[in-house]
């Protein structure tokens, strides 16, 4: 199946805003930041949030956080959090990445695959060891991180902390392998 990451543009399409919606305002600790009602506030709301990734107008105790969709076969599916670094705050709750699949869409292997592609994205910004927490009673995710190599590290008044090693090999490094 064709799927495929894809950083937040401005503007996004309806597409995008339709996903939005279907997962509502967010559950098991993932905070669904593009929930609005109507396209119009959907389409000024995606500016102050792409421009999180460069650190611009974030919120106090906010790090650079950058959104990536996944889309099957053309279709989002769900999308993905990548904070920059951690704070004293995320090493408690939140870690580095977050992520969420629409309702209609769970169950056939999107959320491990977008969690793969949330951590080569990371990689590529130079995180070494990524912290993934969860929910002690979200199988669903906790399955999610234990295929792509997590392994608890912690689990502390029924929250679970993850880490995962990530290869330390900048592209431009990997590309030098190839020759
Ligand atoms: C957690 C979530 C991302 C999983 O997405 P998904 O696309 O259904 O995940 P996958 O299809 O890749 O399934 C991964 C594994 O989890 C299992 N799984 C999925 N949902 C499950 C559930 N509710 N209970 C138990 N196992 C579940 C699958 O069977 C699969 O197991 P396997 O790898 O052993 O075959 C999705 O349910 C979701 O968006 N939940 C709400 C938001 C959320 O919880 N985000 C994470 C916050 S920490």
Redo the contacts with the bound molecule.
Sequence with gaps: MAMELRELTVPEGREIYEMVRE?GS?????VNSLYIAGYSKFLKLLPVLRDYSAGTGLPPGHVPQTLYFLYAEGRPV?YGKLRHWLTDSLRVTGGHI??????T??????????LAGLLDKASELGIRRAL????ED???????I??NGGSMAELDNRYCRYWIDLLDVSPAEDRDKSK
């Design positions: 997962i967010g559950e098991n600790g993932f769900g977050g992520y969420c699949i629409r309702p869409a769970r169950g056939m292997g999107y959320g491990t695959a977008l993934l927490t969860c929910n979200n199988m669903g995710s906790r399955r999610v234990e295929n």
